[in-house]
Structures are given as structure tokens and as C-alpha cells.
């Protein structure tokens, strides 16, 4: 008689409650199921996957011993949440991850009720979790709260803000410190796991207690001797003076794979009664599958791969990416001008510095996930004369407005800005959108601003900026490959704000700024087609603006066009409020600004959101049509002769 085929595991759980239900021996074989549905899972849409191995056993133990949702955990950043998306009843959708309409790449609030904080950013978790344990408190409402944050987001300086709060505040509130990089220190034999099971355990901790009491009352020339020696004796194994100083009880090193440990060290922190509490993991990036672990960033993101050889499917193309055109530009700008310097938070390869750093090592600075400290530090040495690079993604960029607003613009520093991903950019939805640079940037009095409207443009604007010295200057391009045109060997200095002709037309004038030229000139064929030949022009600069070029366009058209890949508030507001405050909107001329709306939106394919944007060939026409009067029957009809 055959026997029965066993259910796996993970198939008999729908939420963490039937976690909760399982037999503790069971747990193993339920992270190992779990790591390899994300493998699998991960292989079909691409993603953060590295990161989510590494917390497999993290997130078992967790919704093991805590009364999730009830009982709050918040993932920073979230790229390690994938395990806890599939414990938390959407693993029937998680090959939607990052697809239009799918789930979201990171934690949501309005994905699922295990979710509790959104997240994109790094080091937002501690003070949220903070927040959420005293808004409890403050409600009588008990619960655990646990913020899990890795070693590379415990670099920045808002997460020592809140433990330094936290600490004061002496609230009840556990972090656990994802150490996956081994930055700290590695876990070493039994010993220190057993010592740090003993020092989450209630004896250890009302003995602890019970001696600062008795030393709280010694003689002052005693007390301070006294309470160092209990610290140094407890970090001399452990390593947590940093976080006990801070306020945290701290426990660790502990092996994050090992749940015989986890669980239990668990159950002792969700019962003490103690403050803020620090549980210190060292975990392996990439666990449990081998092309992750053998690769150089542990497969952080990746595109849809194969599971059985690790190899990622890349979509051909014979354009450079604008990262690689940066990266290759600024170096040959360094490589004739030994000033020229780089800084980037954390992100050398995505920003392509990884490259600069091959060949001028001594020249580029990785500041680690500290943006605001990036700029200011490069004001700096501005101050002094070097020629600083700053390379940051424009949402990441946000996060140290007021350090150019004070740092760099008023002293009037010449600190360069590449801004990466600039505009929509695809799976990774509304936190990583590239959209408001444009805007925030373009309040600042006396910066200058670019926009590449292709990969030559954009080496023609690394050139420049390596040559501009009066003042702040930034360019934006987005993510991605280039149109393919034809590369420049060396950059030109482009005339600060001078825009140019890219065709000459009548009656319709369309002023492209940034990589939506390319659309632009495929509408411009389109409406050629239906006897219209628009003007087509490159704007290049926002701030200051070609107000010669926009005035020319204005008087010899009837219809003004302006095209961006930023929000309200950027180019196509500038050149609105050029053209009322000079009477250019009195007369004839139909202005129309198309830019990404006023919203949120979801991740989808950049294609997909610039069409929906109405940012494509289509909503383009679509828009020169109806400015001329175009009524829905006639612009069906003209639509259908040029599809």
C-alpha cells in the first residue's frame, strides 16, 4: 500500500496563529520550506533577495513567539520582509511581488494588518516603533512592539536618535539588530550562546537589578568602579556597552539561524518587564542558497533568475546604462583634475561609483546610509576647494534638504549633485520615486539644475558640472538603459542655461526637459502624420531657465507644450510662472505642462506609469490635440490615422 504523501508544512499555515499552533520541532522544517517558496518566488518576479534569506528563521521565531498582528514588528527598509509576507497570508500572491497591481516589494499598511509601518527608507523603524510602544502605553492598550533594523541602516544617525529617546524614556520597546554583514562581531561556540540565553533569562536580569541597587548605594568613589566593572564584565563577552550606555538592555551576539536559541531568548525578552531591550543577531546574507552566498552583494536585487544555476535574466540592449555613463564621465573628468572627489551614502555600485573607487580609490568617500551627513561633508571640502561628486538617489537625496539648503546653497558652496533614478522607477513604487527633486531643488535660490535628455547629454552635463565653480549645480537622469545615441568621446561644457532646437516646426512647440525627449520627437512623428509639424526643444536647464529660448517658442506658436518627469512644482512650474509674470499668457498662446500627477502611484513598469501619467507618445499627442480644439470624434479619428 503506497503511503500517503506528506503535506508540507507551510501549506497548513494561512496566518501565524497556525505557526503559533505547530509543535516547536516542527519550525525547522518550516524555515527551510519557507526559504526555498522564496527562492522560487523571487526567481519568477526578480526582487531583494538576499536579504529576505537571511531572516528566514527571524521571522519564524518572531510570529512563533509574539501575537502578531496584535503584538507589532516592523522591518526596516523592508527587503528582508518577503518570509513574513508569505507567514501572513499572501504567499498565493507573492509572484505578483512588484508587478502591476501586485504586492509591494516592502512593508504596506494597506496591504495587510501584520504590516504596521510602511517602509522604503532605512532607519525609520526605531522611532516608529518607538511611537507605537507609547502611543500603546498611552492608550492602555499592552502590546510588544519589535523593531528589526540591519547593521547598514543602524549606520545612520535618525536610528541613534531614537534609541538615544528610547533609552531616556526608559520604554518598553525590544529592537533586534539584523547584523548580516558581521560588522560587529561574529558569534563564536556555545559559550556565547549560552550566555546570551543567560542574559535574556529572569535570574540574570533580577540579579542584575537587585546588584544596582546595592551599588546605587555605595559611597560615590565606589559606585561608578563598581557599575563599570558589572558593564565591562557582561560586554567583555558580549559587546554591548554602545547600546547599555544608550539606555538598552543589550543581548548578543546570537546566532540569528539558530531557532533552538532564537525562541527561547524570545520568550525571555516578551516577558521581562524591563525598558528598551537590544537583541543583537549575526546572520549570513543570502542563507541557504549557494549562488547567494557565493555572489559579492549576497544577491541583494535581482532580476528573474534561474533557481537551479543562480543566473539572471537580463534584457539585451546596446545602450549604456546612464549610471555606467556617469561613472565612466566622472572618471574621466578625475583623471584630468585631481580636485574632483566622490561621495556616495551607501549605494556604490547603484550609484556606479564602485567603478570610480577601481581608479581613484583614495578619491571617493562612502559615507555609509547618511545622506544628510554626505552633503554636508562635501560642502566641506568644497569649502576647501575639492571638487565633490555627490552621487545619491533622488528620493534618498530628500532626506538632506535642509543640509543643502544650509550647508551648501547659502555659503553658496559649489557642490555637485548627480541625482540618480530621477523619475519613475518602476517595481519599486512610491517609495523610491524619483519625482520631486525637480521641485525641492528647484525653491533653492541660486542653484543651477540639468537634466540629461539622453546618455550624450548627460556626459556633456558631468562635464559641465566639473567645470562650474560658481555655486551649487545638480543633474538628474533616470534609471535604466540610455535611447542608444551615438557617445561623445569626452563631455562638452554646455552653456549655463541655454536650452536648443531640436527640430523646427510651427504652430504646436513642445519643450522637452529630461529623457522624455524621446517620446516626445515619436509624438512629434505622430502628429506630423495629421499635417502638424511641431517645434520640438530641449530645455537642458531648469534653473536658471532659457527664458529667451521659452519667450521665442511662445510668440511664434500657438500652443505650448512643456514635457517632465517630475512632479508639480518643477520645470513646467517655472516656466508657467516665466511665462504670466512677462504677459506671455495674455494673448493667444495655449500653455499645457504635462508632468506626473499629483499622486501616489503604485509599482508597475516605468512604461506603464509614464502611460498612465499620460507622459508616452499617446497622452502626449493625445494633449497637443485637444489644446488645438480637437473634439472626441476628431481626435479619434486623427488618433486612428496615426496608429
Same mark, same amino acid.
Given at each position: 500500500?503506497?503511503?500517503?504523501?506528506?503535506?508540507?508544512?507551510?501549506?497548513?499555515?494561512?496566518?501565524?496563529?497556525?505557526?503559533?499552533?505547530?509543535?516547536?520541532?516542527?519550525?525547522?522544517?518550516?524555515?527551510?520550506?519557507?526559504?526555498?517558496?522564496?527562492?522560487?518566488?523571487?526567481?519568477?518576479?526578480?526582487?531583494?533577495?538576499?536579504?529576505?534569506?537571511?531572516?528566514?528563521?527571524?521571522?519564524?521565531?518572531?510570529?512563533?513567539?509574539?501575537?502578531?498582528?496584535?503584538?507589532?514588528?516592523?522591518?526596516?527598509?523592508?527587503?528582508?520582509?518577503?518570509?513574513?509576507?508569505?507567514?501572513?497570508?499572501?504567499?498565493?500572491?507573492?509572484?505578483?511581488?512588484?508587478?502591476?497591481?501586485?504586492?509591494?516589494?516592502?512593508?504596506?499598511?494597506?496591504?495587510?494588518?501584520?504590516?504596521?509601518?510602511?517602509?522604503?527608507?532605512?532607519?525609520?523603524?526605531?522611532?516608529?516603533?518607538?511611537?507605537?510602544?507609547?502611543?500603546?502605553?498611552?492608550?492602555?492598550?499592552?502590546?510588544?512592539?519589535?523593531?528589526?533594523?540591519?547593521?547598514?541602516?543602524?549606520?545612520?544617525?535618525?536610528?541613534?536618535?531614537?534609541?538615544?529617546?528610547?533609552?531616556?524614556?526608559?520604554?518598553?520597546?525590544?529592537?533586534?539588530?539584523?547584523?548580516?554583514?558581521?560588522?560587529?562581531?561574529?558569534?563564536?561556540?556555545?559559550?556565547?550562546?549560552?550566555?546570551?540565553?543567560?542574559?535574556?533569562?529572569?535570574?540574570?536580569?533580577?540579579?542584575?537589578?537587585?546588584?544596582?541597587?546595592?551599588?546605587?548605594?555605595?559611597?560615590?568613589?565606589?559606585?561608578?568602579?563598581?557599575?563599570?566593572?558589572?558593564?565591562? %564584565?557582561?560586554?567583555?563577552? #558580549? =559587546?554591548?556597552?554602545? $547600546?547599555? !550606555?544608550?539606555?538598552?538592555?543589550? +543581548?548578543?551576539? /546570537?546566532?540569528?539561524?539558530?531557532?533552538?536559541?532564537?525562541?527561547?531568548?524570545?520568550?525571555?525578552?516578551?516577558?521581562?518587564?524591563?525598558?528598551?531591550?537590544?537583541?543583537?543577531?549575526?546572520?549570513?546574507?543570502?542563507?541557504?542558497?549557494?549562488?547567494?552566498?557565493?555572489?559579492?552583494?549576497?544577491?541583494?536585487?535581482?532580476?528573474?533568475?534561474?533557481?537551479?544555476?543562480?543566473?539572471?535574466?537580463?534584457?539585451?540592449?546596446?545602450?549604456?546604462?546612464?549610471?555606467?555613463?556617469?561613472?565612466?564621465?566622472?572618471?574621466?573628468?578625475?583623471?584630468?583634475?585631481?580636485?574632483?572627489?566622490?561621495?556616495?551614502? %551607501?549605494?556604490?555600485?547603484? #550609484? =556606479?561609483?564602485?567603478? $570610480?573607487? !577601481?581608479?581613484?580609490?583614495?578619491? +571617493?568617500?562612502? /559615507?555609509?546610509?547618511?545622506?544628510?551627513?554626505?552633503?554636508?561633508?562635501?560642502?566641506?571640502?568644497?569649502?576647501?576647494?575639492?571638487?565633490?561628486?555627490?552621487?545619491?538617489?533622488?528620493?534618498?537625496?530628500?532626506?538632506?534638504?535642509?543640509?543643502?539648503?544650509?550647508?551648501?546653497?547659502?555659503?553658496?558652496?559649489?557642490?555637485?549633485?548627480?541625482?540618480?533614478?530621477?523619475?519613475?522607477?518602476?517595481?519599486?513604487?512610491?517609495?523610491?520615486?524619483?519625482?520631486?527633486?525637480?521641485?525641492?531643488?528647484?525653491?533653492?535660490?541660486?542653484?543651477?539644475?540639468?537634466?540629461?535628455?539622453?546618455?550624450?547629454?548627460?556626459?556633456?552635463?558631468?562635464? #559641465?558640472?566639473?567645470?562650474?565653480?560658481?555655486?551649487?549645480?545638480?543633474?538628474?537622469?533616470?534609471?535604466?538603459?540610455?535611447?542608444?545615441?551615438?557617445?561623445?568621446?569626452?563631455?562638452?561644457?554646455?552653456?549655463?542655461?541655454?536650452?536648443?532646437?531640436?527640430?523646427?516646426?510651427?504652430?504646436?512647440?513642445?519643450?522637452?526637459?529630461?529623457?522624455?525627449?524621446?517620446?516626445?520627437?515619436?509624438?512629434?512623428?505622430?502628429?506630423?502624420?495629421?499635417?502638424?509639424?511641431?517645434?520640438?526643444?530641449?530645455?537642458?536647464?531648469?534653473?536658471?531657465?532659457?527664458?529667451?529660448?521659452?519667450?521665442?517658442?511662445?510668440?511664434?506658436?500657438?500652443?505650448?507644450?512643456?514635457?517632465?518627469?517630475?512632479?508639480?512644482?518643477?520645470?513646467?512650474?517655472?516656466?508657467? #510662472?516665466?511665462?504670466?509674470?512677462?504677459?506671455?499668457?495674455?494673448?493667444?498662446?495655449?500653455?499645457?505642462?504635462?508632468?506626473?500627477?499629483?499622486?501616489?502611484?503604485?509599482?508597475?513598469?516605468?512604461?506603464?506609469?509614464?502611460?498612465?501619467?499620460?507622459?508616452?507618445?499617446?497622452?502626449?499627442?493625445?494633449?497637443?490635440?485637444?489644446?488645438?480644439?480637437?473634439?472626441?470624434?476628431?481626435?479619434?479619428?486623427?488618433?486612428?490615422?496615426?496608429?
Amino acid at each position: 500500500m503506497a503511503e500517503k504523501p506528506v503535506t508540507p508544512l507551510l501549506d497548513t499555515v494561512q496566518t501565524p496563529a497556525d505557526l503559533r499552533a505547530m509543535p516547536r520541532e516542527n519550525l525547522r522544517q518550516l524555515a527551510d520550506e519557507l526559504r526555498a517558496e522564496m527562492i522560487d518566488a523571487v526567481s519568477v518576479t526578480g526582487g531583494h533577495l538576499g536579504a529576505g534569506l537571511g531572516v528566514v528563521e527571524l521571522t519564524v521565531a518572531l510570529h512563533a513567539v509574539f501575537d502578531t498582528p496584535h503584538d507589532r514588528i516592523i522591518w526596516d527598509v523592508g527587503h528582508q520582509a518577503y518570509p513574513h509576507k508569505i507567514l501572513t497570508g499572501r504567499r498565493d500572491r507573492m509572484r505578483t511581488l512588484r508587478q502591476k497591481d501586485g504586492l509591494s516589494g516592502f512593508t504596506r499598511r494597506a496591504e495587510s494588518e501584520y504590516d504596521p509601518f510602511g517602509a522604503g527608507h532605512s532607519s525609520t523603524s526605531i522611532s516608529a516603533g518607538l511611537g507605537m510602544a507609547v502611543a500603546s502605553d498611552l492608550m492602555d492598550k499592552p502590546r510588544n512592539v519589535v523593531a528589526v533594523i540591519g547593521d547598514g541602516a543602524m549606520s545612520a544617525g535618525m536610528a541613534y536618535e531614537a534609541m538615544n529617546n528610547a533609552g531616556a524614556m526608559d520604554a518598553r520597546l525590544i529592537v533586534v539588530l539584523n547584523d548580516n554583514d558581521m560588522s560587529i562581531a561574529p558569534p563564536t561556540g556555545a559559550l556565547r550562546t549560552y550566555l546570551a540565553r543567560l542574559v535574556s533569562g529572569p535570574v540574570y536580569r533580577g540579579t542584575r537589578e537587585a546588584a544596582k541597587t546595592v551599588v546605587s548605594k555605595l559611597p560615590k568613589m565606589l559606585y561608578e568602579p563598581a557599575r563599570k566593572t558589572e558593564e565591562f %564584565a557582561r560586554s567583555f563577552f #558580549t =559587546g554591548g556597552t554602545l $547600546f547599555e !550606555e544608550l539606555g538598552f538592555y543589550y +543581548i548578543g551576539p /546570537v546566532d540569528g539561524h539558530d531557532l533552538e536559541n532564537l525562541l527561547p531568548i524570545f520568550e525571555n525578552v516578551r516577558d521581562a518587564e524591563t525598558g528598551p531591550i537590544l537583541i543583537h543577531l549575526v546572520t549570513q546574507k543570502g542563507k541557504g542558497y549557494a549562488p547567494a552566498e557565493h555572489s559579492a552583494d549576497k544577491y541583494h536585487g535581482v532580476s528573474k533568475f534561474n533557481v537551479i544555476t543562480g543566473a539572471q535574466a537580463k534584457a539585451p540592449s546596446n545602450a549604456p546604462s546612464y549610471t555606467n555613463v556617469f561613472a565612466e564621465t566622472l572618471i574621466q573628468e578625475a583623471n584630468d583634475d585631481p580636485r574632483i572627489v566622490a561621495v556616495t551614502a %551607501a549605494m556604490p555600485t547603484g #550609484t =556606479g561609483l564602485d567603478k $570610480f573607487a !577601481e581608479v581613484h580609490p583614495s578619491r +571617493i568617500f562612502d /559615507v555609509g546610509i547618511a545622506e544628510q551627513h554626505a552633503v554636508t561633508f562635501a560642502a566641506g571640502m568644497a569649502s576647501e576647494g575639492m571638487k565633490p561628486f555627490v552621487a545619491i538617489y533622488s528620493t534618498f537625496l530628500q532626506r538632506a534638504y535642509d543640509q543643502v539648503v544650509h550647508d551648501v546653497a547659502i555659503q553658496h558652496l559649489p557642490v555637485r549633485f548627480a541625482i540618480d533614478r530621477a523619475g519613475y522607477v518602476g517595481a519599486d513604487g512610491p517609495t523610491h520615486a524619483g519625482n520631486y527633486d525637480a521641485a525641492y531643488l528647484g525653491a533653492i535660490p541660486g542653484i543651477v539644475q540639468m537634466a540629461a535628455a539622453d546618455e550624450a547629454e548627460l556626459r556633456h552635463m558631468v562635464a #559641465t558640472a566639473a567645470a562650474y565653480d560658481n555655486g551649487p549645480i545638480a543633474f538628474r537622469y533616470p534609471r535604466g538603459e540610455g535611447m542608444g545615441v551615438d557617445m561623445p568621446a569626452r563631455g562638452e561644457k554646455l552653456a549655463i542655461g541655454k536650452g536648443r532646437i531640436v527640430r523646427q516646426g510651427a504652430t504646436i512647440a513642445i519643450l522637452s526637459y529630461g529623457t522624455r525627449l524621446a517620446e516626445v520627437l515619436a509624438a512629434a512623428d505622430k502628429l506630423a502624420a495629421l499635417g502638424l509639424n511641431p517645434t520640438i526643444a530641449d530645455a537642458r536647464f531648469l534653473k536658471p531657465l532659457d527664458e529667451e529660448l521659452i519667450a521665442k517658442l511662445a510668440t511664434t506658436h500657438d500652443v505650448l507644450l512643456t514635457t517632465e518627469e517630475g512632479s508639480i512644482g518643477g520645470f513646467g512650474s517655472h516656466v508657467a #510662472t516665466f511665462l504670466a509674470s512677462n504677459g506671455l499668457l495674455d494673448g493667444k498662446l495655449r500653455f499645457r505642462p504635462l508632468m506626473i500627477p499629483d499622486r501616489f502611484d503604485e509599482h508597475a513598469s516605468q512604461s506603464d506609469m509614464y502611460a498612465a501619467a499620460g507622459l508616452d507618445r499617446a497622452g502626449i499627442v493625445t494633449t497637443a490635440l485637444t489644446t488645438l480644439g480637437y473634439d472626441e470624434a476628431a481626435m479619434a479619428a486623427a488618433l486612428g490615422k496615426t496608429s
